[in-house]
């Protein structure tokens, strides 16, 4: 998987379903906010006049409880290829279909929420979007995909890893899932475009078409879980905010092809970027113009993903022949921009300008970049850790101190601690926000050195709580 170098974390696959589970049970345990299904909205509107007003609840949406008679039961099209299917095999617990429709609140009811602010992570046929009127711009064209879940017949020998398979006749993308099912990316011709979603006979042309792209390898299947076409085209919203109060994110404003794997990467590090910013404007920890950094730093972000996945696009097509050095090029930047670790935002109120900073102190942390994580040795306990696992995303600010080599330098080390004192000043001034569960503040301390060399008692006590 493109971009794992950089991960401190083991790559495995997890159905979409368990990780949804995963994600609620969570946001209970911690009491967050309650998760309502079969609900629409119907109406939005904003009270421009208290729109700055930071504690004003300016938004008011309307949701409407749909009827249950309005929603259908998610279309899986499972079949074997010889037809038949095992129902047991996509059955819920107690015999009960996992696909049935489920519903909250009063069917039929609405109701109208007044809210500070709003979210539309609502996919690439956001209402949202639609509400605040502003466009996708981009590809007028959409690229055709039929996605397969299936237990597959092959012997192809790398089905069971992630793959890309290049051929005359199209791309194959293919990743492996649960329950030994392998799910396939198909690049389908244009022609097949209008394909018939309800007609489970229709799977068989898909798989033509990747068993032309997989040939002189063999493909059946003997069981299909799930199948569909899509098509999208390579675009990017207008604008990712309105009047910082409603904000956009996902395939809400930017669809692209599946080629480079990125779209729910992306995605997630726009929900990461703004969750921050929210919760620190919320917490009353960061002003509101604060919240306008959101577009400036992620819309950049999707268009170099769209420019990244059209030269894919042009690599996968056969456009360039696979070993010259724009294909190669092409891969390393999708490496690089796997994990999201590369990705580095402008100055702006949160990032320092290099006329701002002394970036020759640290010249391997560049500003706007995320913190690189390293092996680092706690010197109380002497347990090697990751640094990144000293940042949780708990609300608290961190401020790392880089001592450099005190063991060599005492005169370092009295720098140091001198340091400590006046950090000490800082924390008294915020010794109300310090008592939360959640610290404000948090002081870490890197020194260069072995664990045997120092002892705790050496460094401040600021940095040793």
Request: proline share 5%.
């Amino acid at each position: 998987m493109m971009g794992l170098e950089v991960s401190r974390m083991n790559c495995f696959t997890l159905h979409l379903g368990n990780t949804e589970a995963i994600l609620i049970d969570a946001i209970q345990l911690r009491g967050g906010p309650r998760i309502e299904r079969g609900v629409v909205p119907v109406a939005m509107e904003l009270e421009e006049g208290v729109a700055d007003d930071p504690d004003a609840y300016p938004l008011k949406i309307q949701l409407r409880h749909q009827k249950l008679e309005h929603l259908t039961a998610w279309r899986t099209n499972a079949h074997s290829e010889r037809g038949g299917i095992d129902a047991a095999i996509h059955s819920g617990r107690d015999g009960e279909r996992d696909t049935e429709p489920v519903l909250t609140g009063e069917e039929g009811s609405l109701k109208t929420i007044r809210a500070k602010y709003v979210i539309g992570s609502d996919g690439a046929h956001s209402w949202v979007r639609r509400w605040l009127g502003f466009e996708m711009e981009g590809d007028s064209t959409n690229a055709v995909w039929g996605v397969v879940d299936a237990i597959l017949d092959s012997d192809f020998p790398d089905f069971r890893r992630h793959c890309t398979i290049l051929s005359q006749h199209g791309t194959i993308l293919s990743v492996p899932r649960e329950n030994g099912m392998t799910r396939l990316y198909v690049q389908l011709p244009d022609s097949m475009k209008d394909i018939c979603l309800t007609d489970a006979a229709q799977v068989v042309k898909i798989m033509a078409v990747a068993r032309r792209s997989l040939f002189p390898y063999t493909l059946e299947y003997s069981y299909c879980d799930w199948w569909t076409i899509y098509r999208v085209g390579r675009r990017v919203a207008n604008h990712f905010t309105y009047k910082q109060r409603v904000f956009l994110g996902g395939d809400a404003v930017h669809t692209h092809t599946p080629k480079g794997g990125q779209g729910m990467n992306v995605s997630m590090q726009d929900a990461y970027n703004l969750g921050w910013k929210l919760g620190g404007v919320l917490r009353g920890q960061l002003r509101p113009s604060v919240l306008a950094t959101y577009e400036s730093e992620r819309r950049p972000v999707a268009q170099d993903l769209i420019k990244l996945d059209t030269s894919m696009g042009r690599v996968l097509a056969g456009e360039t022949m696979s070993e010259t050095p724009e294909v190669l090029q092409v891969y390393e930047q999708l490496r690089n921009y796997g994990s999201g670790a590369n990705i580095c935002y402008s100055p702006n109120i949160l990032v320092a300008s290099p006329q701002q900073s002394q970036q020759h102190l640290a010249a391997h942390l560049r500003l706007g970049m995320r913190f690189p994580s390293h092996p680092v040795v706690n010197l109380a306990s002497a347990i090697t850790m990751e640094s990144q696992s000293l940042l949780p995303s708990n609300g608290s600010w961190r401020l790392w101190v880089f001592a450099g080599n005190v063991v060599a330098c005492p005169a370092q080390l009295k720098r140091v601690n001198s340091l400590g004192e006046k950090l000490c000043a800082l924390t008294a001034r915020l010794a109300a926000l310090q008592m939360l569960s959640t610290p404000f503040l948090e002081i870490l301390l890197l020194y260069k050195g072995r664990v045997e060399e120092m002892e705790v008692s050496d460094f401040h006590p600021i940095f040793t709580r």
